[in-house]
């Protein structure tokens, strides 16, 4: 057995107590598989004497310069969260040749250029399979199992708390701010859910996945982001009426622009034909699909956060570092970028459209509405109305497929349209219906 | 960029023309990512003259000498399938320091130690990503994602076929018989169907995962096999009306057994309550549910076969040689089943069943069965009789869980009981009922 990898932990709350707690576990199956023992030697705390009660036999500092400057750490496991100082801290441990670990997709989402840049320029490794999914394998296998493949399209349901309020929301019959404060008293979301419930949390993770699947740097800024506040019940039983499941999706896909490539990527809910295998994940899970040209369409499925589920992935990727570092085959696959896609704008994205909106109870209205659509080119393929909601006539409709910029001209028609309270909603349909 | 890295590929049937298209259409990208151009050098057919019109630029050879001495080819790619010669040809490609990418599920299953063995004799890769789950990534994902877990448990649709039948069974209403005889019209069943209706296929794969997810060697003659010949539609649509979906799978499960661990490995039908994600998995798709201590639960799901899923195996395979290659990290992962597990009997395993019998329909008749059953430890849990079969009450029952010696002992007595007229099936319910 070779001489110990050790590792310098940076922060020790959920997933860092996470992360020791699997390299405890587990630790002699990880030597014999990497062929040396995998040590947590330093571990960087805010406050030392919180911890000083916990049976945890390691060195805790609270001067980033211990980890750093310690010439026998080889791995520095950053699992702060957030931009800063983890940012700073893991320049500096590659800048000093370590080889980093991170779950944190802010930084990654924002940074990973940069990372990655510093990573190669001093011959070591940057990985972050923790950073999209939690446990669910995901980087690698598009780094790397699926590097045969042209992608065309990643989808996933990648924001756990999303998930589990449309869940409950369908399967319980209760609103949206009903669910939403009972994910709060869960700890299943946040008391600002601002960034769950608002699509940000999917927007980083899908800018990560786009990157690796397309080869080309997406940034948080160039996601199309629309969160799922607006979802009320009606819409998921009207969905449910039409064979459909209303999900959270972040979807990033290739597309032909002027002889060339372009890539659009973006999260917002939409209806998913209740065949689709992401909708059968349900509750916190997660799951990625992926549609390549050679493997067809493929999905990974899992717990998407959670102390052991991240940690499962931080561990994994130590376990491949300290391979590497056996067979002095550091930076192996480092990013994979190569090439310069633009962004495909929203506009110019073609789907389905749900639309439930309230209009004056009178004779002629679907007909005008319905010429309101024609003379934007919007076609309707569904027009369903149920119900009288106060004075008015509840219309539920789907187009068919159209381009965003012809929906929004009609939606800002229809808004101008004095037969028209109200717009309830508007909900993508990820359908082909031509 | 570097030197291109030369191939010789065995075999140009539906995946070694797979792996050519594969490598012809995203050549660029694929020499990108690895950092070298990957060319199939010489191919190794038995027909020359078949291929005389074909449009491939590449040397084709009926010698395997042309290719074992050829100094150039550095990785051999073997799709010929079956397991001679393929394993001679490939221990010869060991032996000579070329590395080795397989597709070939039944040398993997069978002769897996003797090729690991003889490629770390020669310090070269061996991989066959392709050989369980086609283009599903699960090899690596076992192997390196998960590193970090003890695996408990494996559970696998792995044979395309035998889900494409249950499914239509399911769905069309329509009897085994029908069923197989369309699938075999389709091209999806093979003419001499039983190594997949017969479970055969799916064993060698499942002793494939269990031997790495374990890290123990699983041998085929480890594998307890039963197929779904005896699957009636009568069951399909009671296991429906309990709430269940009949499946064949491919499970293994660590135990604890004398103070150390076993691995037991079966595949059999069962009944999979609806709510277990591998029910969605419909068609000839395949997946693969893994249970281990820090991820929880997880699944990959895709085309479990065909030209093209097989190929983004293979060249996946092949793309990770060329990248070790490029950085002198052959063999970095290679044999993984470093302990010696027993195997755990099939009778000390435990479940709930499923029976459908035919009894005489006469007072009395039930309480005599339940304490034939309750007299070998065998508890009730549903008991339904809905309908007479000829003169016969149908009776369908579910057990609590109960081992598997007592189950066969209660079966052997019902068996030889003369109000028992015939057991029509017994199946395992994949669910604690305890």
Known sequence: MNSPVKIGLLGFGTVGSGVWQVIANNADEIAIKTGCPVQISKVLVRNKSKYETADIDVELTTDIQDILNDPDIQIVVEVIGGKEPALTYMLAALGNGKHVVTANKDVVAEFGKELFDTAAKNNVDFMFEGSVGGGIPIIRPLKQCLAANRISEVMGIVNGTTNYM??????????????????????????????????????????????????TRINLDDVYVEGITNISLEDIEYAKEFGYAIKLLAIAKEYQQNDGLAVNVRVHPAMLPCHHPLTAVQDVFNAIY?????????????????????????????????????????????????????????????????????????????????????????????????????????????????????????????????????????????????
Chains 1, 2 share one sequence.
């Open 166 to 215: 449309l869940s409950k929301m369908a399967k319980e019959h209760i609103d949206f701010a009903t669910v939403l404060a009972q994910a709060q008293a869960q700890g299943y979301a946040e008391a600002d859910p601002t960034a769950d419930v608002g699509g940000w949390d999917a927007a980083r993770k899908i800018a990560i996945l786009a990157s690796i699947a397309f080869g």
């Open 290 to 434: 992926v549609k390549g040209d050679a493997v067809g369409e493929t999905m990974f499925y899992g717990r998407g956060a959670g102390k052991l589920p991240t940690a499962s992935a931080v561990v994994g990727d130590i376990i491949d570092i300290a391979r590497n570092i056996q067979h002095h085959a550091a930076s192996r696959i480092l990013c994979t970028c190569f090439a310069h896609k633009p962004v495909f704008p929203m506009e110019k994205t073609e789907s389905p459209y749900y639309m439930r909106l309230l209009v004056a109870d009178q004779p002629g209205v679907l007909a005008a509405i319905a010429s309101a659509f024609g003379a934007q080119q919007v076609s309707l393929h569904t027009v369903v109305q149920k119900r009288k909601v106060n004075q008015f006539a509840e219309l539920v409709l789907i187009t068919y497929r159209v381009s965003e910029v012809n929906m929004q001209l009609a939606i800002n028609i229809l808004r101008s349209m004095s037969i028209v309270a109200e717009i309830c909603s508007v909900i993508r349909v990820e359908e082909d219906i031509k």
